[in-house]
T-cell receptor, first 114, second 117 residues
């Protein structure tokens, strides 16, 4: 799996958009970008994933650059409950072997401030 | 309804003991996982398992063994517990996309905090 680089921590004001960057300059053509988050004392939670097109769901938007070397997770209206560690993970989606596993980095601690 | 559940939530035990952590998923998924999160908060895969294949992270000591009585359960057995085994253990599950050979997102349990004294 390609290595990812994320800032260690970020702050965001409640109600404002939170933009979390991720660099994955060695990403391969068949690798997807996944985002998970872990709220304190809970298990990780899937947020969104994408290959090359921008994606949006009820939780967030994912913007992937045209060269796919970086991406940004956008929480459009951050709330206090969005305070968590956010993990950007790059991997293939194949069924076989170790490709099915997730490799977590150190993530970004997002703190939403009142 | 809880999708992925683990028991116990907390486990405190002495060095040298043997213990088990149970995991159940009611999502009908075909693959389950165990992850370990150490004191520095790094999450590392330990095992992934479906009814055909067990993938073991090479760094996992053989004192750790997954046991799957059925498709909905993947229990973690740990023999001869050591101080360094203290961590939070997360179970997860996912489902292969039919006909596509790919995996969908993983659903995680709430974790089991293991403390070895």
């Amino acid at each position: 799996d390609a290595k990812t680089t994320q800032p260690t921590s970020m702050d965001c004001a409640e109600g404002r958009a939170a933009n979390l960057p991720c660099n994955h300059s060695t990403i391969s053509g068949n690798e997807y970008v996944y985002w998970y988050r872990q709220i304190h004392s809970q298990g990780p939670q899937y947020i969104i994933h994408g290959l090359k097109n921008n994606e949006t769901n009820e939780m967030a938007s994912l913007i992937i650059t045209e060269d796919r070397k970086s991406s940004t997770l956008i929480l459009p209206h951050a709330t206090l409950r969005d305070t968590a560690v956010y993990y950007c993970i790059v991997r293939v989606r194949l069924y076989s072997g170790s490709a099915r596993q997730l490799t977590f980095g150190s993530g970004t601690q997002l703190t939403v401030l009142p | 309804d809880t999708a992925v559940s683990q028991t116990p939530k907390y486990l405190v035990t002495q060095m040298g003991n043997d213990k088990s952590i149970k995991c159940e998923q009611n999502l009908g998924h075909d693959t389950m996982y165990w992850y370990k999160q150490d004191s520095k908060k790094f999450l590392k895969i330990m095992f992934s398992y479906n009814n055909k294949e067990l993938i073991i992270n090479e760094t996992v000591p053989n004192r750790f063994s997954p046991k799957s009585p059925d498709k909905a359960h993947l229990n973690l057995h740990i023999n001869s517990l050591e101080l360094g085994d203290s961590a939070v253990y997360f179970c997860a599950s996912s489902q292969r996309s039919a006909g596509q050979g790919t995996y969908n997102e993983q659903f995680f349990g709430p974790g089991t905090r293991l403390t070895v004294l």
